[in-house]
């Protein structure tokens, strides 16, 4: 009777392992149809196609942000009058003072080119620091998901890195003075409450948020776009 309850131990394990071996077999061939990952490439040659990929989008986006219109004329990320200053626009507007205003969304998004640029490093540093779980859900991730990663590790760095140099480019291209000219315009008017929302964090602000959609668009390029994978690398891990 032992030696039938041995042998019968002996099967079970048997089974068990059979079964966990098709149970692994299972699941590597699950991940092997839902991965976008040719089976050649190694884990190191997925890594640097994303990291080249991020570098090239960064490099991209953010030359595009720094030049001359960079932010002014792409409607998407232009920088306005703040939402809370909508009433000040409008009724300098009503009395004829709209030039003033322009100059003044005009001088915010010059700050915000001239600052564009010191951002690139980084976001660099950033994907430098890529784990190979950072890659596998930024590769099979939304198609944003690496401009999440990077804002999620970035932006508290970029509003630091930012600030100061916001602060002298509005003073460079003249925001600060179009900016005091407004409010002080508006709250010379009767009966109005005065305001005079702070120049530097909203401009801080809204310009890493340009940032981040110009990011965002150079990598959904070069997920959806042949075209932008300019190498060989780049082919192979979104191809």
Not at 215 to 236: F, G, T
Request: glycine residues 4%; contains cysteine.
């Amino acid at each position: 009777m032992k030696k039938i309850s041995v042998i019968f131990l002996l099967f079970a394990f048997n089974c068990l392992q059979i079964k966990a071996q098709i149970d692994f077999k299972k699941e590597l061939e699950k991940i092997s149809s839902e991965t976008k990952i040719k089976p050649t490439l190694s884990e190191e040659e997925v890594g640097q196609g994303l990291k080249e990929a991020l570098n090239r989008g960064i490099e991209k986006g953010v030359e595009q942000l720094a030049k001359h219109d960079g932010y002014f004329k792409d409607a998407q990320i232009k920088i306005l009058m703040p939402s809370e200053a909508k009433h000040v626009e409008d009724q300098l507007r009503t009395i004829g003072q709209g030039k003033l205003v322009d100059d003044a969304i005009e001088s915010l998004n010059r700050a915000a080119e001239d600052a564009a640029s010191s951002a690139k490093s980084l976001f660099v540093d950033a994907i430098k620091n890529l784990t190979l779980r950072d890659v596998m859900n930024i590769l099979h991730g939304s198609e944003d998901a690496a401009t999440n990663y990077l804002k999620n590790n970035t932006r508290a760095k970029l509003i630091e890195l930012f600030t100061p140099i916001i602060k002298s480019s509005l003073d460079k291209v003249g925001a600060t003075k179009h900016w005091t000219a407004v409010f002080k315009t508006y709250n010379k008017l009767p009966m109005v409450k005065k305001v005079n929302p702070d120049l530097v964090d909203y401009t801080t602000d809204k310009a890493i948020d340009g940032l981040f959609i110009q990011i965002a668009k150079e990598e959904a390029q070069i997920r959806k776009n042949p075209a932008a994978r300019v190498s060989e690398l780049l082919k192979k891990v979104f191809g």
